[in-house]
């Protein structure tokens, strides 16, 4: 096994974790740091006390977590993070919808960051296990949609640059740069596993509105574009995906891809449970150019089951998660007599 809990009288090993102040990399290094890892967190920019601080007052962080500075556009800048760690889970992603040039703002730093990163694993000769967090946009965006998807399929990159649907820079970024990454991690002999979630939901640590939430809420929230992402959607816990992330590294047997997909629902389903669970909030019956009647679409974690994992949470748990700490952060109202209309963060 490639790592576990540490006890004190056991050297704990060092890990590295990519986007480490993100909505899933943060929540990653908090349990990292409570199973004993010391943590190598990279961000974009260490001197940022905003975007930072949640990460330093994480319980066991003294000590144990040190905050580097990581780009993924820039070659080697991961170098020193990676130095003398066993594992690194590559979480840090460039994500942003509204990107003017997508081709050298978020495909080219997607793909040239994985790249990055896997040199720098092989630079280091101590890494034992790269765990990459891919995302089902690499999986099921083609011209004939599936019921059921596994680690089988991918998404049709020329079907994607044809048709450039709303997303269509993110499906891309995320198709490429794990077809790449396969092929170096390959080629540098790096052990290499991807991970691959949908859409992640949850409690979670940074200050702003994660843009998953932004979708997951789109029925109180009202933003027609994210009701299209969650028309037939596919769920996670962020709990669950963390705790995935580390059976995977942990796991000696573990290889290939692994979807790790817990929950399936329409937007119909969802509206109807938020309605039941949060009546205080406005949600419509019905979502203009959905139709009422929509087949179920899912995507198989069998092969991470069958490895022995299992989650934890329901659907609810996930949006009760999510929905009290945007409440406690005072991002989301606790009540809405109309669509809330919040506007989404900024993706840093």
């Known amino acids: 096994m490639v790592g576990g809990n540490h006890t004190p009288a056991s050297p704990a090993p060092t890990v590295c974790v990519t986007g480490a102040a993100g909505f899933v990399g943060s929540w990653l290094v908090m349990k990292l740091l409570q199973r004993g890892y010391i943590v190598h967190a990279t961000v974009r920019d260490p001197g940022n006390t905003q975007k930072v601080k949640h990460l330093l007052e994480l319980p066991k962080a003294e000590g144990k977590l040190k905050v580097w500075k ?14 003398g760690c066993e594992g690194v889970f590559h979480v840090a992603a460039a994500v942003n919808f509204a990107s003017k040039d997508p081709e050298n703002e978020v495909i080219k730093p997607a793909v040239k960051g994985i790249l990055s990163i896997i040199n720098s694993c092989a630079k280091a000769k101590t890494v034992k296990k790269l765990v990459f ?17 596994d680690e089988s399929s991918w998404s049709d990159l020329d079907f994607i640059y044809a048709n450039k649907m709303g997303g269509w820079m993110y499906f891309a970024s995320k198709t490429l740069a794990e ?29 702003t509105f994660p843009l998953s939430l932004v979708t997951a ?28 992330q580390i059976f995977l590294y942990q796991h000696p047997e573990a290889g290939g891809r692994f979807i790790c997909s ?18 205080e909030y406005y949600v419509p ?28 949470y329901t659907l609810e748990d996930m949006y009760k998660g999510a929905i009290e700490t945007l409440r406690k952060k005072g991002l989301l109202p606790y009540s809405t007599k109309e669509p809330a209309g919040i506007e989404q963060e900024p993706k840093s």
């Open 179 to 207: 077809k790449e990454a396969w092929k170096a991690a390959k080629e540098k002999q790096i052990e290499f596993i991807s991970i691959i979630p949908p859409l992640v939901i949850g409690p979670f640590l940074i200050p």
């Open 133 to 149: 967090t891919s995302s089902t946009a690499a999986v099921h965006i083609k011209e004939t949609q599936q019921l059921v998807y």
């Open 262 to 279: 817990s929950h399936h629902a329409t937007i119909h389903d969802v509206a109807k449970m938020i309605r039941h669970n949060w009546p």
């Open 70 to 83: 990581g780009v993924l556009e820039e070659e080697g800048s991961f170098d020193e993070a990676i130095a």
């Open 285 to 312: 019956s019905e979502f203009k150019g959905i139709e009422k009647e929509l087949p179920i679409v899912s995507f198989s974690s069998k092969k991470l089951q069958e490895m022995g994992f299992q989650f934890k």
């Open 217 to 244: 809420l789109s029925p109180i929230m009202g933003n027609g574009l994210h009701h299209n992402i969650i028309k037939q959607g596919k769920f996670v816990h962020l709990d669950d995906l963390c705790e995935a």
